[in-house]
């Protein structure tokens, strides 16, 4: 019987440094979390029954993002005006959204009551977090040309919201000073 009793703290002391390394590799690894990334492949400026288009090819890379269990980041894209004026035009593209775990709970539960289309919003696509994980999503938008399009520039608007989507905070970052659409 004592011979068992030592077997087993000498298998859990050889253990235990490996436990340590493995948690210190974690921690690396959750602290390595880094800001999305947008790369546009593609903007094209096309005729689409008789009228311009434009077509956005973009891959955003969302490297170990977490986000708190009670709140939903939402990344929007947007295409700015590259102009001094104080008024400057823009138009938003629909928001990617990754939810926390308890607001992808009811997001599960809105698209099993109501279905798809209300559960999401208007959004591109709805993700959940997960911090070991990078995630890929790639982007295929067409919408009506306008010339101040030309040379405009790519933002990308951070926003995090709690359960009642009320704003807690929002970052703006410039992904491409000058969009060149061919």
């Known amino acids: 019987m004592r011979t068992l009793i030592y077997i087993t703290i000498a298998s ?9 390394l ?8 959750v602290n390595q979390a880094q800001k999305p990334d947008v790369k546009v492949r593609q903007a094209q400026k096309q005729k689409v029954r008789n009228q311009d288009a434009l077509s956005l090819y973009m891959d955003v890379y969302l490297p170990y993002i977490s986000v708190k269990r009670n709140e939903s980041l939402y990344l929007t894209l947007a295409l700015v005006e590259n102009t001094s004026n ?8 629909p928001p990617i959204i990754i939810h926390g775990s308890n607001t992808k709970r009811m997001y599960d539960r809105t698209l099993a009551l ?28 067409r919408l009506p040309y306008q010339p101040w399009m ?30 060149t659409i061919r």
């Open 150 to 179: 030309q040379n405009c520039q790519l933002v990308l608007v951070s926003e995090v919201k709690n359960y009642k989507k009320e704003s807690i905070s929002k970052t703006q970052e410039v992904k491409s000073k000058r969009l």
């Open 12 to 20: 859990l002391m050889l253990l235990l440094p490996s436990a340590e």
């Open 86 to 93: 104080a008024r400057k035009r823009g138009k938003a593209l």
């Open 114 to 141: 109501h279905g798809e289309k209300i559960a999401k919003a208007g959004a591109y696509k709805v993700l959940k977090t997960d911090k070991d994980l990078i995630q890929f999503v790639p982007v295929r938008i």
């Open 22 to 29: 493995f948690a210190q590799n974690a921690s690396v690894n």
